[in-house]
């Protein structure tokens, strides 16, 4: 992933190999931090690498 500060949506999804919908669902679960700029929901490289993290401490 390009060594950004913050992620698109579609971006994220991508990187992850889901669908952008499974990313909403991750916000809304709150296993998936996000932050707000005017009316576009972005995720921060370091919000993004936690939740990778925390994929590998839980199987």
Known sequence: MPD???YRVPEVAE???IS???VYELFKSGELRSVHIDRTRLVRKADLERYIDSLASAS
């Open 4 to 6: 950004k500060l913050l």
């Open 20 to 22: 952008r919908s499974k």
């Open 15 to 17: 990187y992850l190999s």
